[in-house]
Nanobody, 122 residues
């Protein structure tokens, strides 16, 4: 069974940190670009960060640049999103996805995880 499973979400105070994981099963991640996306209530899903399958190139949304870091460990078949200096506006359900193109656009991704909730609040 093909699966992407996100974990690591939770409640954190403003200024805090979380590390999200995206574990793949039933297939290998190494041939795919990986993206992290988020969706807040009443808003469209937006791209946060993405990383290439080949050279580790990464793109970030302006809203998270300098605070979030995307990485991948192909040996563990897992991707990560390190989130620092979290703000209340980062509150959302976070999803990982795989695709063939390196992009922050949702339409380029073809298989999605179920998401993990991140809440930034004091």
């Amino acid at each position: 069974q093909l699966q992407l499973v996100e974990s690591g979400g939770g409640l954190v105070q403003p200024g805090g940190s979380l590390r999200l994981s995206c574990a793949a099963s039933g297939f290998t991640l190494d041939v795919y670009a990986i993206g992290w996306f988020r969706q807040a209530p009443g808003k469209e899903r937006e791209g946060v960060a993405c990383i290439s399958s080949s050279d580790g190139s990464a793109y970030y949304a302006d809203s998270v640049k300098g605070r979030f870091t995307i990485s991948r460990d192909n040996k563990k078949n897992t991707a990560y999103l390190e989130m620092n200096s979290l703000k209340p506006e980062d509150t959302a359900v976070y999803y990982c996805a795989i695709g063939d193109s390196l992009s922050l656009g949702t339409r380029f991704y073809k298989f999605w995880g179920q998401g993990t909730q991140v809440t930034v609040s004091s």
